[in-house]
């Protein structure tokens, strides 16, 4: 070990933090999670990367790679191992601007992409928080507040620039290495650290978005209405509806029905706006004309000691009816989980279902369950919990692995259907067969 770090000592150009540093306590934790990693990584550049990937690999230590640290399953940090932080790379710049291509560094966060190109007017469908990294989010998916009209992030990529196991610098694109292409959109983080991405951004306007809310009493007949409404609403809407918020009164929580309409014509917009207004009785309507970089939120950074435990599912058009019953009837009942519900479909749904590792193109709609509070309340809420999904069972399909708290088989399972893991399985043979990436919603190589 002595002289693996003496080689990293030479060869790492960026910050070393050991426990007792003064930056220790901070760096050693995930957003979500908290860890006591050996040793923290912030490489200021490729050969950074390389000589941290290097220094994980001979040491025998786990490895963590931690983009925006936001996975609710812990992955940016770990007990013991290496965490590779990748907070310095994070440059947005645009490469040729008549294309509308961007290079993001690996470590960027949505909020400083959108930041970045909201003077050129450029956008990329990506999540809805500021401090969510691009590289977790968009190896995963990416559904956000434009993804009825431009698909999830990941199929806004072009091109990555990726660090293997064997601290090979490779390009990925429908060109080069596509297989690796192929399973970088969808396949987590595998097959290596990508230490940028090309993106294709899109020309942007401002856009109406906000908030319509309708009193609990009402969720059966506002979800249903909501849902069938989408399925035939102009693509440059995008929803989801949140109810049980146990900031906001649990079971009697209002049903908020949040909007995205990508444009700035009012007319328009009320057009594609109005028929959710129409759902029921609004007790709050706050819908306005922004900038689609101030979308974007702050997401939530619980206190310590606060756990929480998510869960989420896709559900196809013929099961859509039932389990929003269920789902309206569980969250206006005591101890519900908060609940939220994610229009997909549109441009989603046009890519065939196995042009990337994401498999799951035809659903309809993306929805979670979140549990959270000290971790005592949390496991004694989980009988509840898996009664309820219990119900639901039946009738949804698979998982997105960006709202999972938990990183078991039967999760792997449910992202990825056993086609795609083969061909994942394949790939990760290739350039991951020791399995040192394996931090993640783990890909095996046998």
Do not use: C
């Not at 070990?1 to 990293?8: C, H, I, K, V």
């Not at 230590?61 to 191992?81: C, E, I, K, P």
Request: no cysteine; aromatic share 8%.
């Amino acid at each position: 070990m002595s002289s693996t770090l003496e080689t990293l000592r030479r060869d790492f150009g960026g910050d070393i933090i050991e426990p007792g540093a003064a930056e220790y306590e901070s760096a050693s934790r995930s957003v979500l999670a908290s860890g006591s990693p050996a040793y923290v990584l912030r490489p200021k550049s490729v050969v950074d990367v390389r000589a941290a990937v290097g220094f994980a690999a001979d040491a025998g230590l786990a490895l963590s790679v931690r983009g925006g640290g936001h996975a609710f399953a812990g992955f940016g940090t770990n007990d013991g191992g290496v965490v590779i932080d990748l907070s310095l790379l994070a440059t947005v710049e645009i490469v040729d601007k008549e294309r509308h291509l961007v290079r993001i560094g690996g470590g960027a966060t949505w909020g400083q992409v959108a930041a970045a190109l909201a003077p050129h007017g450029l956008a990329i469908s990506s999540g809805d928080t500021r401090g969510v990294g691009v590289g977790g989010l968009t190896l995963s998916g990416g559904i956000g507040w434009k993804v009825r009209k431009y698909g999830l992030a990941l199929d806004s990529v072009v091109a990555a620039e990726v660090v293997t196991a064997g601290g090979e610098v490779v390009r990925a694109s429908a060109e080069e290495n596509p297989e690796l292409f192929w399973a970088i959109r969808g396949g987590g983080g595998n097959f290596g650290i990508v230490t940028a991405f090309e993106f294709a951004a899109h020309p942007t306007t401002d856009v109406f978005f906000g908030k319509i809310a309708f009193p609990a009493s009402e969720a059966a007949g506002v979800l249903q209405g909501w849902a069938e409404y989408l399925r035939t609403a102009p693509e440059e809407l995008t929803s989801i509806v949140s109810f049980a918020n146990p900031f906001a009164g649990g079971p009697e929580a209002p049903v908020e029905i949040q909007v995205a309409f990508d444009g700035d014509d009012p007319e328009l917009a009320a057009e594609a706006i109005d028929p959710i207004r129409r759902l029921g009785t609004v007790i709050d309507d706050d819908v306005a004309l922004k900038p689609y970089a101030e979308v974007l939120v702050d997401g939530l950074v619980p206190p310590p000691g606060i756990r929480l435990l998510t869960r989420s599912a896709f559900v196809g058009r013929e099961s859509v009816p039932e389990v929003l019953r269920i789902l309206a009837e569980v969250g206006t009942s005591q101890g519900s989980p908060a609940i939220s519900v994610r229009s997909v479909g549109g441009a989603v749904s046009r890519i065939a279902g196995d042009a990337t590792a994401y498999a799951h193109r035809r659903a309809e709609l993306m929805f979670m369950t979140t549990t959270l509070g000290p971790q005592p309340v949390v496991e004694a809420a989980r009988p509840a919990l898996e009664a309820i999904w219990g119900r639901l069972a039946p009738h949804v399909d698979g998982a997105y692995a960006n709202f999972l708290s938990s990183a078991a088989d039967e999760d792997v399972a449910a992202i990825y259907p056993a086609q795609t893991y083969e061909r994942l399985a394949a790939v990760k043979r290739q350039y991951d067969p020791g399995n040192l990436f394996a931090g993640n919603h783990n890909v095996r190589p046998q």
